[in-house]
């Protein structure tokens, strides 16, 4: 657009003869859907939202009351020694559940490998798992709720993906 365009445009905007101010008439598209009882929601947000946000309802970040066991995972990274990574978790009575891993693996890959390891352990018991990692616990949290294959959709259907 050219500078006198420009200037047109702006002293049309200025002369106040061509300017009326109106109050707008907006249609709102929620208006128009079908309802046979106004007064009740069609649904209930925050049960939708838990439904797709929450992974598990027993995965959690308060510890147990009265836990079978505890697990405590933790790395360390030894620039010393080249960038090699270990990670362990803690048993009270197995002692460490736990192994070095090779080079070339970074912290948040060691932090993921311990905490699966100590999942696959505690399947079926109840367990306290603690860790000082934000990634790890993050993670467990976020990906939970990613479609999987065979699971339902929103609109109650199967994705075959």
Not at 10 to 15: F, G, H, M, R, T
Not at 19 to 26: E, M, R, V
Not at 46 to 71: A, M
Request: aromatic fraction near 4%.
């Amino acid at each position: 657009m050219s500078n006198a365009r420009v200037t047109q445009y702006q002293v049309l905007l200025l002369d106040s003869s061509r300017i009326q101010f109106l109050k707008t008439s907006a249609l709102n598209p929620a208006t128009l859907l079908p309802d046979d009882d106004p007064q009740a929601p069609l649904h209930d947000c925050s049960d939708i939202l838990e439904t797709l946000t929450n992974l598990r309802s027993d995965l959690t970040d308060n510890p147990l009351p009265t836990p079978e066991h505890g697990l405590y995972i933790w790395q360390q990274l030894h620039p010393g020694r080249g960038p090699i990574c270990g990670s362990s978790g803690s048993h009270p009575r197995q002692g460490h559940l736990g192994q070095a891993l090779g080079h070339g693996t970074s912290a948040k890959r060691a932090e993921l490998i311990a905490l699966s390891q100590s999942l696959r352990w505690a399947k079926g018991k109840s367990v306290n798992i603690y860790t000082d990692s934000r990634y790890a616990f993050a993670t467990a949290h976020v990906h939970g709720p990613l479609p999987r294959k065979g699971t339902p959709n929103l609109r109650r259907e199967t994705d075959q993906k």
